[in-house]
T-cell receptor, first 118, second 116 residues
Framework: AQSVTQLDSQVPVFEEAPVELRCNYSSSVSVYLFWYVQYPNQGLQLLLK??????LVESINGFEAEFNKSQTSFHLRKPSVHISDTAEYFC????????????????FGTGTLLAVQP | DAMVIQNPRYQVTQFGKPVTLSCSQT?????MYWYQQKSSQAPKLLFHYYDKDFNNEADTPDNFQSRRPNTSFCFLDIRSPGLGDAAMYLC???????????????FGPGTRLTVL
């Protein structure tokens, strides 16, 4: 069975400092990996995804994540955070499940609260 | 703008009183999902519809049901809410086509359910 581990429940960091949010997964099949961000009282927004190809993926707001198959990791990084980056970040894994159609079921980690302080 | 809409944003119900949460989408996506997210926990998939085909997760309680009368709407029915059902309920959609790149899930803002 697939699973996702986010070891850090909360990461406090000062504004303009770099940050890394850790994500490890376990799966016996090829996986697709995602990072979602959730602002207070809002739904989830896709931040970035790894499906295939280049192992380094980037978002439009300066986040990046690197797929490392040997370490089964997909850590999220940003070189300089802003107050507005304060949110809950969820790592998720998906595989293709074929049952007659197809679906991309997501298995989420428990989330990491990024708390950016001035 | 195309989007996923959930109504109401906040719902209060009494213990044992049936409640229905609503999700609609203007994306014309063929798959719709319902997730339950309890406080400080990860979203957990309850079930999903692929077109009209309903797919229940093995550990979803019988207390939870769903209806999808058409492509745009999907409802979550909780027949007899218990205190443990208090949570944020998230609706998501995706359009499953050939390339996996199109299989992103789009989430609504969620409905926060309180059970008194």
């Amino acid at each position: 069975a697939q699973s996702v581990t986010q070891l850090d429940s909360q990461v406090p960091v000062f504004e303009e400092a770099p940050v890394e949010l850790r994500c490890n997964y376990s799966s016996s099949v090829s996986v697709y990996l995602f990072w979602y961000v959730q602002y207070p009282n809002q739904g989830l927004q896709l931040l970035l995804k790894y499906l295939s190809g280049s192992t380094l993926v980037e978002s439009i707001n300066g986040f990046e994540a690197e797929f490392n198959k040997s370490q089964t990791s997909f850590h999220l990084r940003k070189p300089s955070v802003h107050i507005s980056d304060t949110a809950e970040y969820f790592c998720a894994v998906s595989d293709r499940v074929i049952y007659g159609g197809a679906t991309n079921k997501l298995i989420f980690g428990t989330g990491t609260l990024l708390a950016v302080q001035p | 703008d195309a989007m996923v809409i959930q109504n109401p944003r906040y719902q209060v119900t009494q213990f044992g009183k049936p409640v229905t949460l609503s999700c609609s989408q203007t994306l014309n996506h063929n798959v719709m999902y319902w997730y339950q997210q309890k406080s400080s926990q990860a979203p957990k998939l309850l079930f999903h519809y692929y077109d009209k085909d309903f797919n229940n997760e093995a550990d979803t309680p019988d207390n939870f049901q769903s209806r999808r009368p058409n492509t745009s709407f999907c409802f979550l029915d909780i027949r007899s809410p218990g205190l443990g059902d208090a949570a944020m309920y998230l609706c998501a959609t995706s359009r499953l086509a050939g390339p996996l790149e199109k299989n992103e899930q789009f989430f609504g803002p969620g409905t926060r359910l309180t059970v008194l």
